[in-house]
């Protein structure tokens, strides 16, 4: 069975997948965390830059850039889409799940433990109606990562989808000499 599914749907529950093998519902409290404002490019924020929170308001603002205007995905036009808002659950999830393939060098949709994106949203706590997934693997920053996606039909679709409300991108390195990026963003339906 292909792990990289181009829609799937299980019982009225949306799923969006989509990963990349190129070179959780929170109150509006406890979504507003008090950061250091920051100013960085997209170019500059590296893998490990992602687990410090004070980035997570650069990148929602780079998406929520991207959603903003009507965008064609491969053969499906998507029109202007509602802001994003960062769910800290969502990041639980996308942050195992990157660690997860990191691990075990792996790419997909499914965990090591055989868990689909719904069972790990569930595990997270993430109280959605559904979700989407990118994941990708060997980009070195935000910018190139988020490049890749766009090019590629599915990817894109996850991002510019109308009805994701929530969202939250994680990565982590595995422990090779070239220490690989592993990438997973998350989109969730609240």
Same mark, same amino acid.
């Given at each position: 069975?292909?792990?990289?599914?181009?829609?799937?749907?299980?019982?009225?529950?949306?799923?969006?997948?989509?990963?990349?093998?190129?070179?959780?519902?929170?109150?509006?409290?406890?979504?507003?965390?008090?950061?250091?404002?920051?100013?960085?490019?997209?170019?500059?924020?590296?893998?490990?830059?992602?687990?410090?929170?004070?980035?997570?308001?650069?990148?929602?603002?780079?998406?929520?850039?991207?959603?903003?205007?009507?965008?064609?995905?491969?053969?499906?036009?998507?029109?202007?889409?509602?802001? =994003?808002?960062?769910?800290?659950? %969502?990041? /639980? *999830?996308? !942050?195992?799940?990157?660690?997860?393939?990191? $691990?075990?060098?792996?790419?997909?949709?499914?965990?090591?433990?055989? =868990?689909?994106?719904?069972?790990? %949203?569930? /595990? *997270?706590? !993430?109280?959605?109606?559904?979700?989407?997934? $990118?994941?990708?693997?060997?980009?070195?920053?935000?910018?190139?990562?988020?490049?890749?996606?766009?090019?590629?039909?599915?990817?894109?679709?996850?991002?510019?989808?109308?009805?994701?409300?929530?969202?939250?991108?994680?990565?982590?390195?595995?422990?090779?000499?070239?220490?690989?990026?592993?990438?997973?963003?998350?989109?969730?339906?609240?």
């Amino acid at each position: 069975m292909n792990q990289c599914n181009l829609f799937c749907s299980l019982l009225g529950f949306i799923l969006l997948s989509a990963c990349n093998t190129s070179a959780p519902t929170a109150t509006p409290q406890e979504n507003a965390t008090s950061v250091a404002q920051i100013q960085i490019e997209t170019t500059e924020i590296r893998c490990q830059d992602l687990q410090n929170p004070a980035y997570q308001q650069v990148i929602i603002h780079a998406i929520n850039e991207i959603r903003q205007h009507p965008r064609q995905c491969g053969q499906q036009h998507f029109a202007a889409a509602a802001p =994003l808002t960062w769910n800290r659950h %969502l990041y /639980q *999830s996308a !942050f195992a799940h990157a660690e997860d393939m990191a $691990n075990h060098n792996m790419l997909g949709h499914i965990s090591s433990t055989g =868990l689909d994106l719904k069972a790990r %949203l569930k /595990q *997270s706590e !993430f109280n959605g109606r559904g979700g989407g997934e $990118n994941v990708a693997r060997g980009q070195k920053n935000l910018n190139e990562v988020m490049s890749v996606w766009l090019t590629s039909p599915v990817h894109c679709s996850n991002l510019m989808h109308p009805k994701f409300t929530d969202y939250a991108i994680a990565c982590t390195s595995d422990q090779s000499a070239k220490q690989k990026s592993y990438w997973t963003q998350q989109f969730g339906v609240r």
